[in-house]
C-alpha cells in the first residue's frame, strides 16, 4: 500500500501563485508515475499533470505554460507549482500515484490522496 498526503492548497487571488505538495509512504518501490488531478463542483475529475520516475510529464493544455510539475524521488514527493492561477482553477486538487504510467494519464490510478482545496478569487 502506498498513502499519499498532499499540502500546500488555500485561498489566493487570480494571478497569484500556489506550490502543492504530496509526500507518499509505504511500498513507494512500485510507484512510477505521480500526478495531480482536479475537480470543480459540478464537473468531472480531470488530470492536471503528471510525471514519471524517469521525468516524462503530461500536462493539461489549460495549464500549460502556467503550472509545473516537479518530483523529488529521493524524498518521494512530488510537486505542482502553480503560477498566474485563474478563477478557472478553483478545484479540490488530488495527488495520485500509480506503478504503470498508462493507468495514471488515463484517470485510474490506484493510490489517491484526500485532497486540498485550491480557491482562486477574482
Known amino acids: 500500500q502506498v498513502q499519499l498526503v498532499e499540502s500546500g492548497g488555500g485561498l489566493v487571488q487570480a494571478g497569484g501563485s500556489l506550490r502543492l505538495s504530496c509526500a507518499a509512504s509505504?511500498?513507494?518501490?512500485?510507484?512510477?508515475?505521480m500526478g495531480w488531478y482536479r475537480q470543480a463542483p459540478g464537473k468531472q475529475r480531470e488530470l492536471v499533470a503528471a510525471?514519471?520516475?524517469?521525468?516524462?510529464?503530461n500536462l493539461a493544455d489549460s495549464v500549460k505554460g502556467r503550472f509545473t510539475i516537479s518530483r523529488d524521488n529521493a524524498k518521494n514527493t512530488v510537486y505542482l507549482q502553480m503560477n498566474s492561477l485563474k478563477p478557472e482553477d478553483t478545484a479540490v486538487y488530488y495527488c495520485s500515484a500509480d506503478p504503470f504510467w498508462p493507468k495514471l494519464v488515463v484517470g485510474s490510478p490506484r493510490y489517491w490522496g484526500q485532497g486540498t482545496q485550491v480557491t482562486v478569487s477574482s
Open positions: 509505504g511500498s513507494i518501490f512500485s510507484i512510477n508515475a
Open positions: 510525471m514519471s520516475s524517469g521525468g516524462s510529464t
